[in-house]
């Protein structure tokens, strides 16, 4: 099964990321996109803005929003039920646009396409840093720094102190292209000694586009075939002795057990054990006494979510199975040991 090609377009408040990604969306020549929206307050791409401007493209349903703050921040509560939930679609979009805040780290989220849930189905076909020329030819980031400070300030996520200088130099060392937007601001030997200052921080190879307002051809944006993800060694980042922003490999595993008489226990005893150990998902299947139907049980970060799918089949054992997902270092046997006790079974052999 081939993977769905993502592309994550990062860059400051005013750069000009919403009319590059509208120029994108309607230019993208009848292929079936998803964009998910990284926003809070007024910084970010308006959502609004993108719905509906390419139909047949990207509809509305295609545009998702997340406002609960720096993507980079909230991989595990958001970004990946995001995208789970896009992956698991009957009709799948053939290219996702991940649009993250002027104020995220992308590294974290390029490692977020590790997770096993996620590193078969999908790829990061590549990395975008867009740049806002004028803001730079006038010594700046951001064409209004003081809306960067405001925007940092006033979300409680952001509990990276960076400084900008260490932000911006962080997304062109992830990105596997740059975009210099607004060129028509600046006068060419400006943009030569810009594209001679940003050559310092890209990876070798990396080329830089010239744009003005955004318009970048589809084809020069998608179809890097980076495979970020598999390269993140190469993508060094101010952050990387930083485990709130540079997570280790995940761990999985799986608990099975037979029928439980009541939920509540083990939804109980999970709670407790996210609380407790570094677990960012439990998943599976739980065979509850006297119901005739599957109970697909979800916990994504502390919440926790259940309900009744289809029936047991006539022939099919009546067993429940979890999935426990973490980062690498996870208490792996106490854990299962736990859960195991709600399941009424033996810890399974090989649980470390």
Known sequence: MSRIPTTVITGFLGAGKTTLIRHLLQNAKGRRLALIVNEFGDVGVDGELLKGCNDAACPDEDVVELANGC???TVADDFLPTMLKLLDRP??????????SGLALPKPLVKAFQWPEIRTR???????????????AAGRFATDEAALALARAADPSLDHDSPLEELFEDQLACADLVVLNKTDLVDGDALARIEGSLSADTRAGVKIVRADHGAVDAAVLLGLLAGAEDDLDARPSHHDSDPDHDHDDFDSFVVTGGEIGDMAPLEAAMARLIAEHDILRIKGIVAVGGRSARLVIQAVGPRIQQHFDRAWKADEPRVSQLVV????GLDQRAIALALAAELGTELAAGIA
């Open 122 to 136: 999908a790829t990061v076909d590549g990395v975008v840093a867009l740049i806002d020329a004028d803001a730079v």
């Open 325 to 328: 997902i973490g980062q690498t």
């Open 71 to 73: 993507i980079c921040c």
């Open 91 to 100: 009709n799948p979009p053939e290219h996702i646009i991940i649009e993250t």
